[in-house]
């Protein structure tokens, strides 16, 4: 059977790239709000959140006392209400305030995932058909220990950008009724992957980015640079300078290019003329790398050709 032409692809089809990947799908983008995440303040927080999901995933191997791994899915920006409408009606909220981030943050994990810690943790064999309710007084007890355990290493993996003590304020089922910022504040949404054994859960962190912006733009500035280091700075530049002053390129003193035909080259023959593009009293180009940069006369230095720089065309009187 003939292969198919690309045209008859559907338009919503991937396209995969010269290694065999599919191509990402374009994000729309929304010129009513500019994103303010720019691609190095969302690497420092990769690189800190990389750090949590190592260490949450030491916490939680060893207090479910089976395999368990959470990993990065991804960081964007969005309204609060963009990032609720995101979750399930029902899940896992721990509300806890962030100070100096000046507003509150979400934990968010799925009931189920909670559920079947809590099982581990009471001895279970952490069953699939975990029940999706709001967890007894002793189950809440159980998990709010593990919770504040994830929270203290994502304290200690964000020291980084911001020294922050979080503080678990409440627990909320529903996002809808979990108060934590305006519908249309611009929040930080970190979306990450808990596996406890071979079952996979959706995770997610939200952040205010109006409290986290200065702390990043301070954590991206330079350091302070002393004495010494600026000296040994200012040298190194002088070296290289020097360095610079010996290193051997190529020149070439050439006339104006004369442009033939292809068939009058074809036709030349062992003394054939060919007149030159080149008026007699032009002076000759200097060219580095296909760029003139200063214009010369031939002559000779003893038994050698060479070149006397002279003054542009425009300079000559």
Do not use: W
Not at 77 to 82: H, I, K, V
Not at 95 to 116: D, G, N, R, Y
Not at 212 to 230: F, I, K, T, Y
Not at 273 to 285: F, Q
């Amino acid at each position: 059977m003939p292969p198919s032409d690309s045209s008859d692809a559907h338009p919503g089809a991937l396209v995969a790239d010269r290694g065999g990947r599919p191509a990402p799908e374009p994000v729309l983008y929304d010129f009513r709000r500019p994103i303010q995440l720019s691609r190095e303040h969302s690497r420092m927080i990769q690189v800190a959140l990389d750090g949590f999901c190592r260490q949450a995933t030491t916490v939680l191997t060893s207090s479910l006392r089976t395999v368990c791994a959470v990993t990065l899915t991804g960081i964007e920006q969005s309204s609060y209400a963009e990032y609720v409408d995101s979750l399930e009606a029902t899940t896992y909220l721990t509300i806890f305030s962030a100070e100096p981030l000046l507003s509150k943050c979400v934990l968010e994990i799925p009931v189920v995932a909670v559920m079947t810690a809590v099982d581990h943790m009471l001895g279970g064999p952490g069953r699939a058909d975990q029940p999706e309710r709001a967890l007894t007084e002793i189950e809440t007890g159980v998990s709010r220990g593990l919770i504040e355990r994830l929270l203290h290493e994502l304290r200690y993996s964000l020291a980084s950008i911001v020294a922050f003590e979080p503080v678990v304020t409440g627990v909320e089922y529903s996002p809808q009724f979990a108060q934590v910022a305006g519908a249309s504040d611009v929040m930080v949404a970190m979306h990450l992957e808990l596996k406890i054994n071979e079952r996979a859960f959706p995770m997610s962190m939200c952040m205010p980015f109006s409290g986290l912006l200065p702390h990043l733009l301070r954590a991206a500035a330079p350091a302070p640079v002393s004495d010494r280091e600026r000296a040994q700075r200012a040298r190194a530049a002088a070296e290289l300078k020097d360095q610079f002053q010996t290193v051997p390129v190529d020149v070439a003193v050439r006339l104006r290019p004369t442009t033939l035909s292809p068939g009058d080259l074809a036709a030349l023959q062992p003394g054939d003329a060919i007149r030159l593009n080149h008026p007699a009293s032009a002076p000759l180009e200097v060219v580095v790398d296909g760029i003139n940069f200063a214009h010369a006369t031939a002559g000779t230095s003893g038994f050698r050709l060479a070149a006397l720089i002279v003054g542009t065309p425009k300079e000559t009187p």
